[in-house]
């Protein structure tokens, strides 16, 4: 099969860690005998840089008509100044809006060869196999009003949290449906005692409930569910929250997986069903890491892992996917470690050794 990936590298160590998620993707057309037509475009800050935008209309465009895209990640202290009229990050989020991938799959899973290098008790990590969906559309990223205004006692900032129940509801469907496919256990995030938001996604969340019987549904509260993640976090299965929510306690549940490089996420424009495709945005949950930018030492894992990612949620291919996690695995088991990851009497490798490892491993 033929297929069009945009590929989006974008800042920091975002190229080079898509540089081996794209090694991959052609390993498996090699294999598999499937051909890949890349198409790359500038996002972020480079795009800042040279076109002074953060995202051109075209590279929207590219996006928007590829079957899927690779993401890398964007931003860095280049462009960090609070009152620069554009930021990096700007280019991201109207990619997300204009692809209408509203629900962001983040799988947190501990590989047991990990365990030593993760900062948490090794009994703590026992049996930790997760996926947050992260409600990725709306919200305090997106709702109006937002902005600043002078006023005579000085200036004011309005960021809006504002959700539809149609929003809430295709989110939560999202996470009913891969509970489904897993342990049957639904967490829904929110912080109802305070927030209408959330009281609204709360009783969303028990309507569609009735709907999965068979999925045991439990509601926790954000503060609690951060608590708990550190504490106890092989109690879940699947989490569902909103964007804001969802953004803060993934970075919290990758320090389960030892390493942010390792985790992959997937952004989908539908509910995920099994044999059809949906249009999907690919990337790592980690950022720019602009500290080890060029330096061929960054992990290149998420990437590589967001790429089987991409493989079963938008085009359709799950022994291929199958086989680039099963790679990932043994490369690891074998004790091939990129720096963030290294344990004594392991092996350490560079981005693109690692990615070469993965692609032996492949054929
Ligand atoms: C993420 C990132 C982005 C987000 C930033 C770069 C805009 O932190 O994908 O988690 O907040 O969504
Ligand atoms: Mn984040």
């Avoid at 990936?5 to 080079?16: K, Q, R, T, Y």
């Avoid at 809006?97 to 799988?107: E, K, T, W």
């Avoid at 295709?170 to 005692?193: H, M, P, Q, W, Y």
Wanted: charged letters at 25%; one cysteine or more; glycine letters at 12%.
């Amino acid at each position: 099969m033929d297929f069009k990936i945009a590929v989006l590298g974008g800042d920091g160590i975002g190229p080079e860690v898509t540089a081996e998620g794209v090694k991959i993707l052609e390993a498996v057309g090699r294999v598999f005998g499937h051909g890949f037509s890349l198409e790359t475009g500038d996002v972020g800050g480079i795009s800042i840089d040279k076109h002074g935008t953060p995202l051109l209309p075209e590279v929207a465009e590219l996006a928007g008509s590829a079957d899927a895209v690779l993401f890398g990640a964007v931003g860095g202290p280049r462009w960090d100044d609070p009152a620069a009229p554009m930021h990096p990050e700007d280019g991201l989020l109207q990619l997300r809006a204009h692809l209408g991938v509203f629900a962001n799959i983040r799988p947190v899973k501990v590989y047991p060869m990990l365990i030593e290098s993760s900062v948490l008790k090794p009994e703590v990590l026992e049996g930790v196999d997760m996926v947050v969906v992260r409600e990725l559309t709306g919200g305090l990223y997106y709702a109006q009003p937002k902005g600043r205004s002078e006023t005579p006692q000085g200036w004011t900032a309005v960021d809006t949290m504002r959700y539809s129940e149609g929003e809430i509801e295709r989110v939560l469907r999202v996470g009913f449906e891969l509970a489904r496919g897993r342990r049957k256990k639904l967490t829904s995030v929110d912080k109802a005692n305070v927030l209408e938001c959330s009281r609204l996604w709360r009783q969303t969340a028990t309507r569609l409930g009735g709907e999965y019987p068979d999925v045991e549904l439990e509601h926790v509260l954000v503060d609690a569910c951060a608590m708990q993640l550190i504490q106890r976090p092989s109690r879940f299965d699947v989490i569902v929250s909103e964007n804001t929510f969802g953004d803060i306690l993934t970075d919290e549940a990758a320090v389960l997986a030892a390493s942010m490089g390792l985790l992959p996420s997937a952004s989908l424009s539908d509910v995920p069903v099994a044999g059809r495709r949906t249009t999907g945005f690919y990337e790592p949950i980690h950022g720019t890491a602009p500290d080890i930018a060029g330096q061929g030492i960054a992990n290149p894992t998420g990437s590589i892992l967001s790429v089987a990612l991409m493989l079963r949620y938008s085009l359709g291919l799950t022994e291929e996917a199958v086989s680039i996690e099963r790679a990932v695995e043994q490369v690891l088991d074998a004790g091939a470690r990129t720096p963030d990851i290294f344990a004594e009497g392991a092996q350490q490798v560079s981005t693109a050794e690692m990615g070469d490892r993965v692609v032996s491993a492949l054929e």
